[in-house]
């Protein structure tokens, strides 16, 4: 269904939550122009309806826009997922006629202050702001993103009227997912369970008053659940992520794996690495389970969770997601939101390139 592709690590923001793996490459081991134009293609042929551009930060890439003609070009749906802060009237006119279908802009906040506090820039509340107006103006359609998490989930109110105020026809509600940076952060980042409640109130409400109005996307975060989400709507079953080098993998956070080779763009035809390449294989389906997942009546729905969060909060990623209360480790998680109600730091670590931190969670 959709081709996630990351063209860069590089960004001028350092949110403390990124998806983005805590090795962050550089720009010199980036796909050079020729080859992600050959992938498009390949995808393509492959079926696939939707590409999704991030980074990082995509725009830092000069040939974006000559991706984005050439994904139009073969028929796939684009959408540009990005913070705003390097797009002005020009940039998005070059991409406008690409022929951009979507783009996704990203919000720490909605109180400035706190905004780039979170982020970790300066001045980007305001090149937001101003890049929304831009979309709006120019007739896409836009989809404002707020991750939310203990440190500015009370301004929730005030992001849903935010979306309203720019126009956006869809807001996405995200809790952090704490794998990579997110976990590296947890104890600052992991809500009370009061919040979350107030969050979902909120959230439900406000979709009852705005209905036929604006769409609000929720995620619920994986602590509190009692059943897990599908990640990725399950491994290589929706969705195919290329990383800045070309690796392709069944979701972001993949790499985490050990002993796994992922395939690499640069060597393999994207249809043989969806169809064949035993990473991809690897759970794929409901083969590779074992109990309680094997004989549970929701192993279709949720495909076991998520392999990388298993493997991070349990050490094995075949372990049934820690985040299911049928898991044996559903433990850890408990545990974690009673760190984190006791933590008192608020100081992040920041997502920089090259400073790789120890994972204290
Ligand atoms: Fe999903 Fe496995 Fe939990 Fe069943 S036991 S709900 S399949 S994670
Ligand atoms: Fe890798 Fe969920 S992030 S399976």
Avoid at 37 to 60: I, K, M, N, W, Y
Avoid at 161 to 185: D, K, P, T
Avoid at 280 to 298: H, K
Wanted: a negative charge; one cysteine or more.
């Amino acid at each position: 269904m959709g081709l996630l592709v990351e063209l860069t690590h590089r960004c001028p923001l350092q949110c403390p939550y990124c998806s983005n793996p805590l090795e962050l490459l550089r720009a010199h081991e980036e796909l050079d122009t020729e080859t992600w134009l050959r992938v498009l293609d390949e995808a393509a042929a492959l079926g696939v309806l939707q590409v999704h551009f991030s980074g990082g930060e995509p725009t830092v890439r000069h040939d974006l826009a000559a991706l984005v003609r050439r994904s139009a070009e073969r028929g796939l749906y684009t959408n540009l997922i990005t913070s705003g802060v390097l797009l002005d009237e020009d940039r998005l006119a070059e991409l406008v006629a690409a022929g951009l279908d979507h783009v996704q802009l990203s919000f720490q906040d909605v109180e400035e202050a706190n905004a780039e506090r979170i982020g970790g820039m300066p001045g980007a509340q305001a090149k937001k702001l101003a890049a929304a107006a831009l979309v709006r103006r120019a007739g896409l359609a836009l989809t404002l993103n707020f991750v939310i998490h203990r440190q500015n989930m009370e301004h929730l109110p005030a992001m849903i009227a935010l979306g309203l105020e720019l126009g956006a026809e869809r807001i996405e509600v995200a809790h952090v997912q704490y794998y990579g940076w997110g976990l590296v952060n947890r104890d600052r980042l992991l809500p009370s369970r009061d919040q979350l409640e107030a969050a979902t109130a909120e959230v439900e409400a406000a979709r009852r008053r705005l209905k036929g109005r604006m769409v609000i996307d929720y995620v619920p975060p994986d602590y509190y659940a009692e059943r897990p989400k599908a990640c990725m709507g399950g491994w290589g079953r929706r969705f195919i992520n290329i990383t800045p080098a070309g690796k392709a993998l069944p979701c972001h956070a993949a790499e985490t794996l050990p002993g796994v080779a992922f395939p690499s763009v640069r060597d393999e035809p994207l249809a043989e690495i969806w169809r064949s390449a035993p990473a991809f294989e690897l759970y794929r389906g409901t083969q590779w389970m074992a109990e309680p997942c094997r004989s549970c009546d929701r192993r279709e729905i949720d495909w076991g969770g998520c392999r990388c969060q298993a493997l991070a909060l349990t050490g094995d990623a075949g372990n049934t997601d820690p985040a299911c209360a049928l898991s044996p480790h559903h433990q850890v998680l408990l545990a974690a939101i009673g760190d984190a109600d006791r933590a008192t730091r608020s100081d992040f670590v920041y997502r920089r390139i090259g400073a790789r931190p120890t994972v204290e969670a």
